[in-house]
């Protein structure tokens, strides 16, 4: 299977998926009420709040235990400053404003960039019993009457709206005759050009203030230093309290594959993770027509989803994954940001992303109930030559018609600089999750994650690596230093290829040197010695290789190497063990959680809702286990407040009695 150039995957945005970009799709043709204004009470203080922001979280959420990170950005809303939260996803963000908007009287809006996410998230609150509502172009007039009501009475504690909404200053002098008291920026990496998901839109929020107290709260899943500092610039943050969560997510399980045969490879994950949720990406449409065709032809409960797909379509697909009427969705980058499914046990990329953030955000789809799933990246060299055609191609033409150059060249740079990131990922012989760590400006303790295909001893070593690495390295300082992995290899091959003739390369010693090798593990073991710090990437559409100070003591025949078979390179991968979320589950118990899912999804279908809205499956497993008898019982499984008891409470200890 060939993969062929990728499209710009800003192509993949549905028009009904970025909330509603005009004044007449916002508010139609009828002007706002004249509000009623809501007095807001006088700040409280931290001592005062800490114990209201706990018991709120025990009676809406049941979550027992604040984690830090959690009550640091908590204290910092409560005491009125602005604040940057960079969480992983899972690592429960939005709790960071949602539980300080109850404590307080007045307002919190969040500003938030799709409909679907906006709709997710307002219903899973309504669930917990949470007043909430958002605004968008897709609710009726009724509703939206309904939603004005609730608040001119000051009986909303969050409003959900998009940043082209947010930014019309009559809609923001209303909403603070209302008594206004904070904002919330989700999805914050927005902002940034430096970021994956870049919206011009949301630049336009640092104006919103003009010198009122009005703190804002900007958090994000994925955000490098670079990121963090634009964000705090454009959103104009007032000496923001940086609060930075742990990056790593140890429930993971990272592999990287090379990629012989996408279909078949992918349907062995789909067979590890039978009847589970998973989300298979890709670069271009027509890999995910194949895919998915392979994909269901094999008997897998498969769905597509790609910008070539009318809106009706792909609205189909997105419900139907989360109704869990189907399992896995092959789809481009266009699909999941709005998608809050907290089930999905498996992410596979068919191929290699553009950069670290984008599969960081991607992979963190995977496993937001905390339980154990599994990212996979099936990998080849021609993906980065794909990705670096394509970004050259989009500059020139962004250029041609009239774009700022210095501006365009510089975004350039940087999209090159972050495909080398990714592909030194996808060839490193090291940590995984140390790996991705680090990218982020942290650090992983431990020698072994235990949750990747380096840890857990998946990858062959390379026999004699410290004689292999001295021969590569040696080869790129003969060539001058002025060539890619490519060149160097094929150098090393023995390849008479014109461009070999042209710069008489074959005339080297080396030429020929290492045929016993391929080219693809030649380049894989290259980027590994570039990721150990043997070797530098220079970046750019064609990536140049030089030597630091190691690759010279190397040379010297100092120090030692370890090499690894991996992406590209010969390789026989051991088979990855299953890793099950209800592995501590007996015969019996896997039985009573089963039906307990049965039971979830039937009541979602009766409310029209998501079953991860119902409760997920870490609360399921709980379920399964404790075997709670009553509703002081049922209270102490984690995800079961107040209402969750009240309502569903009953259904759930009848159905465990009569297990």
């Known amino acids: ?54 018991e709120v979280a025990r009676q809406y959420w049941g979550i027992e235990t604040l984690r ?57 609150l309504r669930q917990n019993g949470v007043p909430a509502a958002y605004l968008a172009s897709t609710i009726d007039e009724r509703e939206r009457d309904q939603i004005e009501n609730a608040l001119r009475s000051g009986e909303l504690k969050l409003l959900y709206v998009s940043p082209e909404r947010m930014v019309r200053q009559s809609f923001l002098d209303w909403l603070l005759r209302l008594g206004l008291e904070a904002i919330a920026v989700d999805e914050a990496h927005c902002i940034s050009h430096w970021g994956h998901d870049f919206r011009p839109e949301y630049r336009l929020l640092g104006e919103l203030r003009q010198g009122r107290h009005l ?52 349907a062995e994950v789909c067979e590890r993770h039978k009847g589970e949720g998973g989300i298979v990406y890709c670069l271009s449409r027509r890999l995910v027509e194949e895919l998915h065709e392979g994909l269901k032809s094999k008997g897998v409960r498969s769905a597509r989803y790609h910008a070539g797909l009318s809106a009706d379509e792909r609205r189909i697909t997105s419900e139907d994954f989360k109704a869990e009427r189907v399992d896995v969705v092959v789809a481009t980058v266009a699909f999941g940001m709005g998608i809050d499914r907290p089930d999905v046990r498996f992410v596979a990329h068919a191929s290699m992303p553009k950069g670290v953030e984008q599969y960081v955000q991607e992979t963190g789809r995977a496993g937001r109930d905390g339980l154990p799933s599994e990212c996979v990246l099936f990998a080849k060299t021609s993906d980065r030559q794909s ?104 150098v090393l091959r023995g390849s008479n290829a014109a461009r070999i003739h042209k710069y008489k390369h074959n005339e080297l010693p080396c030429h020929g040197s290492l045929k016993e090798h391929t080219t693809s593990a030649m380049r894989a073991w290259l980027e590994q010695l570039a990721s150990q710090g043997y070797l530098r990437v220079e970046p750019g559409p064609y990536p140049t290789l030089s030597l630091c100070s190691k690759g010279h003591s190397l040379l010297r025949g100092e120090g030692t190497v370890a090499l690894v078979k991996t992406a590209g390179a010969e ?78 409470g009953p259904l759930f200890l009848r159905a465990i009695a009569g297990s």
């Not at 005009?22 to 800490?50: M, Q, R």
């Not at 950005?73 to 960071?96: F, H, N, W, Y």
Request: glycine share 8%; hydrophobic share 40%; aromatic share 4%.
């Open 1 to 54: 299977m060939t993969l062929e150039v990728p499209h710009d995957p800003r192509d993949d945005y549905e028009p009904g998926g970025l909330v509603e970009p005009t004044a007449e799709e916002i508010w139609g043709s009828e002007p706002l009420s004249e509000p009623v204004s809501v007095p807001v009470a006088h700040s409280l203080t931290w001592e005062e709040a800490e114990p209201k922001l706990h």
């Open 68 to 124: 830090p990170h959690q009550l640091e950005a908590m204290q910092a809303a409560i005491e009125g400053r602005d604040a940057l939260v960079v969480m992983p996803t899972g690592g429960g963000k939005s709790l960071c404003y949602q539980a300080p908007a109850l404590v307080r009287r007045g307002l919190t809006v969040v500003v938030s960039p799709l409909i679907s996410l906006m709709k997710d998230q307002v219903d899973g």
């Open 215 to 266: 703190p804002i709260q900007a958090l994000t899943a994925t955000a490098t230093e670079r990121v963090r500092e634009d964000i705090t610039t454009q959103l104009d943050l007032a000496d923001p309290a940086l609060i930075v969560g742990d990056f790593d997510r140890p429930n993971l399980t990272y592999r990287v594959v090379p990629r012989t045969d996408a279909l078949e490879q992918v």
């Open 571 to 648: 390789r026989k991968a051991k088979a990855p063990r299953r890793s099950s979320a209800t592995a501590t589950l007996s015969g019996e118990g896997q039985a009573l959680f089963e039906q307990l899912r049965t039971l979830r999804r039937d009541l979602a279908a009766e409310r029209k809702i998501p079953p991860y809205l119902i409760c997920n499956d870490r609360t399921l497993i709980a379920l399964a286990i404790e075997r709670p008898r009553d509703r002081a019982e049922l209270l102490a499984i984690p995800g079961i407040g107040e209402k969750k008891a009240s309502d569903l």
């Open 387 to 490: 990705w670096g055609r394509l970004i050259e191609r989009s500059t020139q033409e962004a250029i041609s018609e009239g774009g700022d150059e210095a501006t365009l060249l510089d975004e350039e740079r940087g999209a090159m600089v972050r495909l080398e990131e990714i592909a030194s990922y996808a060839s490193a012989a090291g940590c995984r999750h140390r790996h991705l760590a680090e990218h982020f400006g942290q650090t992983l303790e431990g020698e072994s994650c235990g949750a990747c295909d380096v840890c857990l001893g998946e990858l062959e070593s390379v026999s004699d690596s410290t004689s292999l690495a001295r021969a590569l390295v040696s080869a790129v300082l003969a060539t001058g230093e002025r060539f890619g992995a490519g060149h160097v290899s094929e």
